[in-house]
């Protein structure tokens, strides 16, 4: 990773740390994929959300699991880094997803898995819109590259919490 990419990221980290501290997602587990995997907060670089490399990123302009309302954004690699998203597409509906703040452990269940094409940039963006818009109602939703053996298009987990 070029050193000043690392440094943006290092100073996102630390000023999410500050702002939202211990609210802030610090592991993701999903145990019908055998996935446990820690998070960060992550932004944007030229229109583009920066690199989680081997962890989670979480898109710092989303939700966190105890606000009553919105959108939480995680998306990691899938075939470069560690993977950590390289099975995302097999989780099932009712599937159980964990994320861990340094205040409590949130459980979600899966709602929907879809796979979209991300051949067309205008199509691309009218398709995610509606996964990425924040919501009236708390949401967690996984994004990465599929299939693992190169990034033409994109899995897409949505997933609401579990009331108990």
Not at 36 to 58: F, I, K, T, Y
Not at 91 to 101: E, F, P, V, W, Y
Request: hydrophobic share 40%; aromatic share 10%; with cysteine.
């Amino acid at each position: 990773m070029p050193r000043r990419a690392k440094g943006a990221r290092q100073a996102l980290g630390r000023q999410a740390q500050q702002q939202y501290g211990n609210r802030l997602i610090e592991w993701i587990e999903i145990p019908a994929l055998n996935l446990r995997a820690p998070a960060a907060a992550m932004g944007w670089e030229a229109a583009e959300w920066q690199s989680p490399d081997a962890l989670v990123g979480w898109a710092s302009n989303s939700a966190l699991p105890d606000e009553q309302t919105g959108n939480v954004i995680l998306y990691g690699h899938n075939n470069i880094h560690s993977s950590v998203f390289r099975d995302l597409a097999e989780l099932k509906s009712g599937d159980r997803i964990q994320l861990q703040t340094g205040e409590a452990t949130w459980i979600y269940q899966v709602d929907s898995v879809k796979i979209l094409s991300a051949q067309n940039e205008q199509e691309e963006s009218e398709a995610y819109a509606a996964y990425f818009k924040q919501t009236y109602a708390p949401r967690l939703t996984l994004i990465s590259c599929w299939p693992p053996t190169n990034n033409t298009h994109r899995v897409i987990v949505v997933s609401y919490p579990v009331l108990e």
